[in-house]
């Protein structure tokens, strides 16, 4: 009875120290709850924060990459003006280093890969020292530093002097466009220095110049489809860099010649141009053209020999015969048919002969 009564007390106690153990732990555990909540919502902020910001350096990016503003470059004039400064103020030619020399600060001033109001900011704080408050205005009098060069078949073929981001179909708009021969592509050879913009990879001006993907520096050649050019496809519509010619090679040709309305090269381009096609494009055959025998004299790849081949235009009409495709440097010649000539003179010299003499009325 007493080993009962003693198990009793001890589970009584043992209870009594669990709940008092209980009432220590109870506030305790709110506040590991908040903490833990805490620290998740903080996970869940910061992700936000990361999500958030990749969009926006994106847009940043992409805002720099769309600049067309004129950046400075060696060779171009700066007219500076430093409002009631007028020793200040003057005209400065940019080095070939890209830098400037201004009055009354030491040492030389980096003006190249600057906008005009970048520059205008850096002299101002410049002159800081000497000036409060000092207002700066910077212009590009003269730009020599981007010329660029439209050549080939184009209606208005010539140098240009950039002064300000333009891509390569604007630039071929300011040379009239291509001209009626112009081939397949288009040509953009870069002959000038490299981009000192570009060299300097933690310069937001590198970033801005827009200078295309596909630019593969001094000294190389981009080819593109002329087609696409003009359509505005942006992988053919590159920015125009310093120093770059732009050359639209003529089309290959093929000659229509002989016995034909009106005797005429035709440029090949992205059409394939068949034998029948090309005489209609040259009015069709004349009256005493020979159709059933028309000559296409080609040339060999190696241009020493040359290959005749006869076709019957009434033959491919009617889908009895090829119509063959032409290629470059093709000569087509409609032969002449004896008798349509002869019937040709007769007819043509009957009205010559009724309108000569007296004319005499029968009784």
Known sequence: MER????????????????????????IIPCALVLILAHVLSGRVIAQQ???AAPMARVASTALSNDTRYRIGPGDVLS???????????AVRVDQRGMIRIPMIEGEVRASCRTEAELASQIAT??????????VDVFVSEFQSRPVAVIGAVNAAGQFRLQRQVRLLELLTFSGGP????????????????????????????????????????????????????????????????????????????????????PKVIPLRDKTITVSWAIAMAGGAARDGKTSRVRIIRQSPDGETKQEIFVDLGAIEKRKAEDIALIPNDIVEVG??????????????????LSQGVIRVIP
């Open 4 to 27: 009962k009564e003693a198990i009793t007390v001890v589970s009584v106690a043992s209870i009594s120290k669990s709940q008092s153990l209980g009432l220590r732990l109870f506030p």
């Open 50 to 52: 990361v999500s958030e």
């Open 80 to 90: 500076i003006l430093v409002r009631k400064a007028p020793e200040l103020s003057g």
């Open 126 to 135: 410049l002159y800081l020292e000497y000036k409060q408050n000092p207002s």
């Open 179 to 262: 001209s009626p021969v112009a081939g397949r592509v288009i040509y953009v050879i870069h002959t000038g220095e490299p981009n000192i913009c570009k060299s300097n990879s933690n310069s937001q001006s590198a970033v801005a110049a827009g200078d295309s993907e596909t630019s593969v520096g001094p000294g190389g050649i981009v080819v593109y489809k002329l087609n696409d050019t003009l359509k505005g496809k942006e992988e053919a519509n590159p920015f125009v860099q310093a120093g770059d010619i732009i050359r639209l090679p003529e089309a290959d040709q093929v000659f229509i010649i002989g016995h034909v309305n009106m």
């Open 336 to 353: 002449s048919s004896t008798s349509k000539t002869i019937l040709g003179i007769l007819t043509g010299s009957v009205p010559g002969v």
